[in-house]
Nanobody, 123 residues
Framework: QLQLVESGGGLVQPGGSLRLSCTAS????????IAWFRQAPGKEREGVSC????????TYADSVKGRFTISRDNAKNTVSLQMNSLKPDDTAVYYC????????????????WGQGTRVTVSS
């Protein structure tokens, strides 16, 4: 299993931007599809975006389409999530996860999770 570490969370005003990063400690994440999930207080964890191993296919939740962009740089062992036009509803703890097989938002498909980074969108 990969040990994933997220960074880049923080407090931002509505309409602002943040860039989250996910790296693997001690091992490469280049051989796994990587997804971002988020969990808001009192809500279930939901999928946000997923990127395939080669980066050729990306999936987004409807709620973030057109605002968020997922990318990966396998040479830097990093998957990023660029979040623009942030809304208060985007407030959550964001997790990156490595999939066993293909990209999906089924949490049972993921066997490695980071500890999360908190994003707060508020004025």
């Amino acid at each position: 299993q990969l040990q994933l570490v997220e960074s880049g969370g923080g407090l931002v005003q509505p309409g602002g931007s943040l860039r989250l990063s996910c790296t693997a400690s001690g091992r490469t994440l280049r051989y796994a599809p990587i997804a971002w999930f988020r969990q808001a207080p009192g809500k279930e964890r939901e999928g946000v975006s997923c990127i395939t191993i080669g980066g050729g296919s990306r999936t987004y939740a409807d709620s973030v389409k057109g605002r968020f962009t997922i990318s990966r740089d396998n040479a830097k062992n990093t998957v990023s999530l660029q979040m623009n036009s942030l809304k208060p509803d985007d407030t959550a703890v964001y997790y990156c996860a490595a999939a066993r097989t293909v990209c999906s938002f089924d949490t049972t498909n993921f066997n490695s999770w980071g500890q999360g980074t908190r994003v707060t969108v508020s004025s």
